[in-house]
């Protein structure tokens, strides 16, 4: 047998049967370095990093799965912090709502998130506002229904000073109801005014409201034309400030709002810029400050600091909705396209002493809220309509 033929290879241990290796590399299988970083056959370099390379690889994991958990935990604790401390204030909120005015409203079958619902706010002066201590005025009445399904939402103001029928009063000022039988009146007035079945109601105290809006750290309002006001609630100390003073004033334009510059926004009722400006205006005002205090709530500057502030957002409100109902009205204020809002308001015969009867023209505003006929917007100062998009002031 020739040398070169023979049948096993030697090996410094001695040798090994078997054939003996070709100089041809087999397809696919990597052969040591040939000095130029890659493996002899075309394959990539399988370079052996040591015994502590796997060790290292087996800490990183862990050390991710660990900072995981850590999220995973807090995120459960601020959301377990939040709810106690959101629910807490809105159980105090639920005691301060008159029995009766629960009995007046009309009980909804299935969830906010996923039914329609028609939800009376009314924002009131109960407390100490302007000098005015003793006040039972329902300043402000809006009525707000969600359509989830189609994720848009629709407002709709009542001005102040319509003259209707209220039970056990007679023929006055729709504010009035408030003022004789509080939101239970309110609830059974409105509701016969306008035929609608009301399921929930929110009072929100004026007083507290600008410290509500504070604890959201301001809100952001589109100012459509330049105000002047007449002058209420003067922020000087002295008579002969006061006589100097000439009102509040508001630029045109997109404006971030303190608590207190809200307030005052939403209650002007005389523009001296602008002398066709009125009750109904306003309306139009104090739905622009709610829709921009719904953006706010629903943020998520917002939701980081409800563990901390969760009782204060509650403070100002009086109502039937339990925590869970808000927490589902806000999702739907969340998902709501702000382009697709519409905006309503009922008008009636409010010219010179700025008292009168309903419009003729109110029920086909009322089914434009319903979402049952497309907008159609006001016709002049005092007569009602809808408008998409935006308040119409």
Known sequence: MAREEKPYRVYRGGRAKGKVPSAT???????????????????ERNEYRGPGARAKEVRWGRRIGI?????????????????????????????????????ALTSQSGLVLSHPTTILIMGTDTAKVGGREGDRHSDSILLLHTDPSHHRLYYLSIPRDLQVPVPGVGTTKINAAFQNGGPALAIRTIHDFTGLDINHVIVVDFADFKDLIDA????????????????????????????????????????????????????????????????????????????????????????????????????????????????????????????????????????????????EDNPATLAMFLGKSAPQPPTGPFNPGCVTGHTRQ
């Open 67 to 103: 900072g995981l958990l850590v999220v995973l935990l807090l995120i459960v604790v601020w959301a377990i912090a939040s709810w106690f401390a959101f629910s807490g204030g809105v159980s105090d909120a639920n005691k301060r709502l008159d029995p009766n005015a629960k009995n």
């Open 216 to 359: 959201l750290g301001g809100i952001d309002v589109n100012v459509p034309k330049p105000i002047r006001s007449n002058r209420f609630d003067c922020p000087y100390a002295t008579q002969a400030q006061c006589s100097k003073w000439q009102g509040w004033r508001f630029p045109k334009g997109t404006q971030h709002m303190n608590g207190q510059r809200a307030l005052i926004y939403s209650r002007i009722r005389e523009n001296v810029l602008d002398p066709s400006e009125n009750d109904v205006t306003r309306g139009a005002r104090q739905q622009a400050v709610l829709d921009a205090v719904g953006a706010k709530f629903t943020s998520p500057g917002t939701l980081v600091k409800v563990p901390f502030n969760g009782g204060s957002l509650a403070k100002p409100l009086t109502t039937d909705l339990s925590a869970g109902q808000l927490m589902q009205l806000g999702w739907l204020k969340f998902r709501a396209s702000g382009d697709s809002s519409v905006h309503c308001r009922l008008g009636g015969d409010l010219g010179g002493g700025g008292t009168g009867g309903p419009s």
């Open 25 to 43: 590399p087999r397809p696919g299988r990597r052969q040591p370095d040939g000095g130029n970083g890659r493996a002899r056959g075309g394959g």
